[in-house]
């Protein structure tokens, strides 16, 4: 007598493998649907140049506004699709003013002198287009960044304006971007 044998309820690795591709083929094109790739995408597509006014500051600190100017427009330049252009010619103006800068004394040794310090600069900010009206979510932001830095461990005040300098230009360039 010869006995049936049951069928096997594995399919075949070549039925598994082509099942896999069709669903891939199908669902790939719609789950990226609305996805965009490159910076270009989180920048208005409306405005193209932009001219970064010089930063004015009331600081007696010699040439903070230079500073904050030059990376502001590094920060652009590296970050964001916009060129730089001239205040005549460009699409839009950034402008921006340190209303504060300050140091203090976070910590001193045992005979009063400072171990630990902190810099900080409160920076108000607005990007308009030609006809004045905002390209950012709030029409003004202001920024207020601290920097401790500690001298006894080689680090100067240079060190921590540049550092300040540094993230107060991306964070500009990042109210910069479109809303979500």
């Not at 970064?52 to 500073?67: I, L, N, Y």
């Amino acid at each position: 007598m010869i006995m049936a044998q049951p069928k096997s309820t594995v399919l075949p690795w070549r039925r598994v493998r082509q099942f896999s591709l069709v669903l891939l083929a199908v669902t790939l094109p719609v789950g990226c649907r609305g996805y965009n790739v490159g910076n270009q995408y989180l920048y208005r597509s409306d405005i193209r140049t932009v001219h970064v006014a010089p930063v004015e500051s009331d600081s007696f600190r010699r040439f903070t506004g230079a500073k904050l100017t030059d990376a502001i427009v590094r920060q652009i330049a590296q970050q964001t699709p916009l060129t730089i252009d001239e205040p005549a010619l460009a699409d839009s103006v950034v402008q921006a003013k340190i209303l504060r800068d300050a140091k203090r004394v976070l910590g001193q040794n045992r005979f009063g002198e400072p171990r630990a310090l902190q810099y900080g600069w409160q920076v108000e900010v607005s990007w308009v287009d030609r006809a004045g009206v905002p390209l950012m979510q709030r029409q003004i932001i202001q920024i207020d960044l601290d920097e401790q830095f500690v001298p006894e461990a080689g680090q100067s005040l240079a060190d921590a304006e540049q550092q300040l300098v540094e993230r107060i230009a991306q964070r500009i360039v990042g109210q910069m971007e479109m809303p979500w």
